[in-house]
């Protein structure tokens, strides 16, 4: 794979030089020289290992790629950019489904936050933690354990950067308990478009502090943040029931599903649970429902918990007593940790065997995927995604699967935080929902698996009376269209406030990507 991005690297950037933009690319390149920004060289091999995205299936070619390790270097390369005339787009763990973070297209300055990634924890300030915003979810987690039994709510795969992450949302299997993980923050500084730092918090530039929360890419490329923190919890229960099912059987499953995550059920899913659905091919006309999570408490609070759902489902059947991670594991933080990256899905992905990740870290997918934030489903809103599932899935053989998590609903923490406190905006639904279409190797049918997976957003939505749910930013679907179309789904009412703030901040759409706030 990486000889072949690196083919790839050397065609479009000759083409570059030659054709494109020579101009802004020498002028650029020089300028981050003459400021001492510290860069990779276009053409150098450095350069070619580092603007390899995550999703291999969308590579772009910067015109310049600066790593800075100072504030002053971030703030240098912001004005060389400003000066030439090309876009700019900060990096931090560069695990965008849509690579925004190498531009989104041809032709912008990367800033690499790579080398920023220390966390410190102040124990005599309420365990406040500052972060670099390139740190990775693995390392963040360890520094914060080590720092005297500290942790924060987030995502579940180590290599993820905690700047892409925090600023659009940041979900995993502590939401529904702690929250998301914008929620933790409190403090960012950031370099603006016209080259000032600037701290953002509830006291200072709290609309841009607002807009960070949620949107944070379109507004400058935050630095450092200081995240508020919680005790580690000591007991932690990793679960996986996995079961195999006809559509019949997939039908009922998702009624007990619906029933016990919007809390129709007694006793209610508790806070403690966090839950989802990892759903994939399986054998024959079968599919695979694999439910996993983790509960934070003890052994003997998760079966009380479970068992309204547990007892449902055992009586629709179908259960794999003998498939990988079966049944609960109490474990601590960090092993907790640890074990939902190394079973279930995210089995030898994304660096699944250890939490330390490396500064130059390079975990690929070859994919196309799309999000949907939803309530419960009516009864025809379920039969219009099971029938296409149905109807199609079995049959595709590439290497699809979907995740519908319960980060939401009545016992939630995600609801309880007001809705307008930040620019996030889905939290009043209980599921969310990632849709993903990969292949393992080469080239991955773009025309075939994106007309396999966008319309079982559109069925879902006729279904439900054409009502139109949210989208995540942090799964970011390049197939939405340009700004407001696109932001419209990832922020629904609030895109017109995010765009005045863009306009008033950066009136120059000097931080951009195809789907950039204000275009
Ligand atoms: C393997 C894998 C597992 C994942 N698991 C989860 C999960 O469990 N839960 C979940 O919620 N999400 C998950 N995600 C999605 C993830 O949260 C997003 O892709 C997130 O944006 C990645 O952050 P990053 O810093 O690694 O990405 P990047 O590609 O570096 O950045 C993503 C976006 O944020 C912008 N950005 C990055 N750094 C900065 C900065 N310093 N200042 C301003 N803007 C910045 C970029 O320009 C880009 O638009 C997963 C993604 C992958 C690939
Ligand atoms: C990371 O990669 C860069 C560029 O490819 C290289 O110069 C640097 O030495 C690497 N750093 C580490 C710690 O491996
Ligand atoms: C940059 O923009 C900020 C916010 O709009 C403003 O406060 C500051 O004065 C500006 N700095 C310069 C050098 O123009
Ligand atoms: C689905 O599986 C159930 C349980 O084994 C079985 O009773 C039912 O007949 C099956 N339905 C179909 C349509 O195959
Ligand atoms: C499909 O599921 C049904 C019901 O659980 C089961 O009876 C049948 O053997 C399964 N088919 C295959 C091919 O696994
Ligand atoms: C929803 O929209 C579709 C397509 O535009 C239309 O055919 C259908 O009648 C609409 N359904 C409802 C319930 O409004």
């Known amino acids: 794979m990486a ?63 600066a790593v800075p390790k100072t504030v002053p270097q971030v703030q240098a390369a912001v004005v060389c950019a400003s000066k030439v005339g090309v876009k700019v787009n900060p990096r931090s763990g560069g695990h965008s489904y849509a690579s925004h973070s190498i531009g989104g297209e041809d032709g912008h300055l990367v800033i690499d936050m790579k080398y920023f990634r220390d966390t410190k924890v102040d124990p005599s300030h309420n365990y406040i933690a500052t972060i670099g915003t390139g740190a990775r979810l693995g390392n963040v987690a360890l520094a914060l354990f080590n720092q005297g039994g500290r942790a924060m709510a987030h995502g579940i795969c180590p290599g993820v950067g905690i700047g892409g992450h925090v600023l659009h949302g940041g979900q995993g299997y502590g939401s529904h308990t702690y929250g998301l993980l914008l929620d933790f923050l409190v403090e960012a500084e950031l370099v603006i478009a016209n080259g000032s730092v600037i701290t953002a918090s509830e006291k200072q530039n709290s609309e841009v502090f607002w807009a960070l929360r949620g949107a944070g890419y379109s507004f400058g490329v935050v630095t450092n943040m200081k995240f508020r923190t919680i005790p580690a919890p000591a007991q932690n229960v990793l679960f996986y029931y996995p079961y195999s099912w006809n559509k019949t059987q997939a039908r009922a499953g998702w009624d007990a599903w619906q029933t016990y995550c919007g809390g129709y059920t007694t006793p209610q899913i508790p806070a403690e649970m966090n839950i989802r659905w990892v759903l994939g091919k399986d054998s024959g006309d079968n599919l695979s429902f694999l439910l996993e999570g983790a509960y934070h408490g003890s052994n003997d609070a998760f079966l009380t918990a479970i068992a309204p759902l547990l007892n449902a489902l055992s009586a629709i059947g179908g259960y794999q007593a003998s498939t990988r991670g079966v049944g609960p594991h109490q474990l601590g933080w960090l092993d907790a940790l640890l074990y939902a990256n190394s079973n279930g899905l995210y089995k030898d992905w994304d660096n699944g065997q250890t939490l330390d990740t490396p500064v130059n870290y390079t975990a690929h997918a070859i994919m196309f995927a799309k999000s949907l934030m939803t309530d419960n489903l009516t009864p025809a809103g379920t039969d219009a995604w099971i029938n296409r599932l149905y109807a199609t899935g079995p049959s595709n053989s590439r290497n699809w699967y979907f995740i519908i998590a319960a980060q939401g609903g009545p016992t939630s923490v995600v609801p309880k935080v007001p809705a307008g406190s930040t620019s996030y905006a889905h939290r009043d639904s209980i599921y969310e929902w990632q849709i993903v279409d990969a292949v393992a190797d080469g080239i991955y049918p773009n025309q075939e698996g994106i007309a396999w997976l966008n319309p079982f957003i559109t069925d879902i939505e006729n279904a439900e009376k054409n009502v139109t749910f949210g989208m995540y930013y942090n799964y970011a679907d390049p197939t939405l269209g340009g700004g407001k179309a696109a932001g419209e789904r990832y922020w629904l009412g609030n895109y017109e406030r995010l765009a005045k703030i863009k306009k008033k901040i950066d009136p120059g759409l000097l931080f951009a990507n195809p789907q950039t706030i204000g275009t």
């Open 3 to 65: 000889i072949f991005k690196s083919l790839l690297v050397a065609l479009t950037l000759s083409a570059h030089s030659v054709q494109a933009a020579p101009q802004k690319y020498t002028d650029v390149v020089n300028c981050l020289a003459s400021s001492n920004v510290p860069q990779d060289y276009p053409g150098s091999s450095d350069f070619t290992q580092d603007t390899i995205p995550f999703n291999l299936r969308l590579n772009f070619t910067p015109v310049a790629y």
